[in-house]
């Protein structure tokens, strides 16, 4: 193994436009990959086991709890999410850089873990914005939008533990500053790589 990737953490609150963005980055970055997450809640219309989400029982995801085979999960909208250590670890070691799309929650975990991990927070260009699409997405029902509009909230003011803050108003231009910071961490490890046994022990792999 020569050097582990780089970990990228994209957070938003729901709607704001997160998986779109990493959708149009993983599409212009063949050397970007994202970490399909495991959850305890039901597929929704088209989403495939594997594919969006690893969909398990709640009995499943409590015991990959206890075994300890997540590097972070949470609970979200009353559902519970983690990212297995077995999704990102070998690739990582492989030197592949990694997006993860999960919550606050998860993120900050991820950087008590990895600290030279990159969290972005992508925010809404305002909350009416924000409300608009959730409601083009599909999510009509009104107790919903209402759930996540004050959920927004509560997500939004932790956007200040994040490394980069990315509004998505214009949706070329977010994925523009996406791959400005993917860039310009790349260019950063680069420098660090002469430095490598300091990088192996933040990272643990020593
Ligand atoms: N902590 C954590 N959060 C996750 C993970 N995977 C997804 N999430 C978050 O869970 C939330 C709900 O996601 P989802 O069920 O796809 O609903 P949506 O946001 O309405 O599309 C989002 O904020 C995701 O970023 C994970 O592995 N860990
Ligand atoms: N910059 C943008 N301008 C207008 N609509 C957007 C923009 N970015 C995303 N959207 C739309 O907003 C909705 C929510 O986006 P989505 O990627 O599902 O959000 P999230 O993953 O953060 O919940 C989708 O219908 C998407 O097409």
Do not use: C
């Not at 559902?79 to 297995?84: A, K």
Request: charged share 25%; no cysteine.
């Amino acid at each position: 193994m020569e050097y582990p990737g780089n970990l990228f953490v994209v957070a938003a609150p729901s709607g704001a436009g997160k998986s779109s963005l990493v959708k149009a980055l993983l599409e212009l970055d063949a050397k970007l990959s994202v970490s399909v997450s495991h959850t305890s809640r039901a597929p929704r219309g088209q989403e495939q086991h594997g594919r969006e989400y690893w969909f398990v029982g709640l009995d499943e995801f409590r015991d990959m709890v206890a075994r300890g085979d997540f590097f972070e999960w949470a609970e979200v909208h009353g559902n519970l999410y983690g990212t297995s250590r077995a999704g990102i670890e070998s690739r990582m070691a492989q030197g592949d850089d990694v997006v993860l799309e999960i919550d606050y929650q998860g993120a900050l975990q991820i950087k008590q873990l990895f600290p030279y991990a990159v969290l972005i927070f992508v925010l809404p260009p305002s909350w009416e914005e924000l409300k608009q699409r959730l409601i083009r997405r599909g999510d009509t029902q009104p107790e919903v939008i209402a759930t996540r509009m004050a959920n927004a909230r509560v997500e939004i003011d932790q956007a200040r533990h994040f490394d980069f803050v990315v509004v998505n108003a214009v949706f070329d231009s977010a994925v523009f500053d996406l791959k400005a910071i993917v860039h310009a961490q790349r260019l950063k490890y680069a420098a660090q790589r002469r430095n490598r046994s300091a990088v192996f022990q933040a990272l643990q792999l020593d």
